[in-house]
């Protein structure tokens, strides 16, 4: 009889080693084939779209796909620690840099900016919450009629001058208009509350404590970084003054994924100032929007997300898919790519959906 069980035993375990094994190896080929996956679909749009940039797919903490295309610049292949302009993807930052300082009760989200300039008009009836979910009605200094120069070095209380004499768009908290300039008076707020400079309150407070090593504002003279492109010609020169806390952040697809981390691990923002974040605050169709993020249903499932694009060639897109703990990050050095349709296909290939097809523009 024992030995009966003896035998019974190591038959046991014998079974368990080998499905422990299948499993294993089930996963790394799963893993495989999701890379490949993406791999051919990124080729596809390399001929198709002439594609050139770097993509990161992450879920559960683990990067699941990241790898570069093209050139980021003359003889410089991109790759996952090329460093691009991120443009309006600075907006997710600023964001939660509002929300430290709420959580530190420096400031609350619905305090009116007059508090903070006290010159500018209706002031008082437009608050924090407004400019960060573009509700506020101030006008976009980038839009054509303010005939903005991108190549000369501004103040940012300089860039809240060009709109200050124009009218609202319409009552505050009562419509959505995407404003860079909301995102670049928040800026200011950060600076006059926390007394350093946004860049500095940036470096100390997100990318110190998310293990952002590769992000920053200026480059130093002979580190690499990409170049944007317009139709394959390199796009023009724009000083790094010229967006501010709307879109001057230069980061990685890597860095940008240590950031998404830190989110998800509430090591920057407690839960529920993520909550608030992925909350639609203000929606006009087809667009709903949090704080510092687009909130979504991309494919049935909750989401939130960002494009970037920056008018010297940058092109950029990030979703994240909130319960699925999935981020899809596309970087893209040629203004002519459509990252959003890049980003949703990739986000097909991994939840095994069809791909999309469309040719949504940003």
């Known amino acids: 009889m024992k030995k009966f069980l003896k035998i019974f035993a190591i038959t046991i375990l014998v079974i368990v080693i080998v499905s ?65 302009q991120i ?39 437009i608050t924090i919450s407004h400019l960060l979910s573009h509700s506020s ?3 976009d200094y980038l839009k054509p009629n303010f005939k903005f120069d991108y190549s000369k070095e501004w103040n940012p209380n300089d860039i809240v001058k060009t709109v200050s004499n124009s009218e609202l768009e319409f009552t505050p908290g009562k419509s959505f208009s995407y404003s860079n300039t909301g995102y670049v008076m928040l800026g ?87 909550e608030l974040m992925s909350m639609t605050h203000a929606k006009k169709f087809p667009s709903q929007y949090g704080y510092g993020w687009y909130t979504q249903d991309v494919m049935g499932k909750k989401a939130v997300g960002h494009p970037g694009g920056y008018p010297s060639g940058f092109r950029h897109y990030v979703t994240r898919l909130m319960d699925e703990e999935l981020t899809v990050i596309v970087l893209s050095n040629e203004m002519t790519v459509n990252s959003k349709k890049i980003n949703r296909n990739l986000t097909s290939i991994v939840l095994q959906q069809p791909i999309w097809i469309w040719e949504e523009k940003l």
């Open 20 to 84: 422990i094994g299948a499993l294993l190896l089930f996963g790394r080929n799963n893993h495989s084939n999701l890379s490949g996956s993406i791999s051919d679909k990124i080729d596809q749009y390399l001929t198709n779209e002439k594609f050139q940039g770097t993509v990161l797919i992450a879920k559960e903490g683990e990067i699941l796909f990241t790898k570069g295309y093209g050139l980021a610049a003359t003889d410089l292949p991109n790759n996952p620690s090329t460093l691009y």
């Open 87 to 125: 443009a309006s993807l600075s907006k997710t930052f600023t964001a939660v840099a509002i929300m430290q300082l709420v959580e530190k009760e420096l400031l609350n989200v619905d305090n009116p900016i007059s508090q903070y300039f006290p010159d500018f008009p209706n002031g008082e009836s």
């Open 137 to 139: 009605g101030i006008p």
């Open 188 to 274: 200011l707020i950060v600076e006059k509350v926390s007394g350093q400079s946004y860049a500095n309150y940036i470096e100390e407070h997100i990318f110190k404590p998310s293990n952002m090593l590769n992000s920053m504002f200026t480059v130093s003279a002979g580190i690499p970084k990409a170049e944007g492109h317009i139709k394959g010609e390199v796009g023009p020169v724009m000083h790094n003054s010229a967006a501010f806390a709307a879109g001057d952040i230069i980061s990685t697809v890597e860095d940008l994924e240590r950031f998404d981390r830190a989110l998800r691990n509430h090591a920057l923002i407690s839960k529920e100032s993520s």
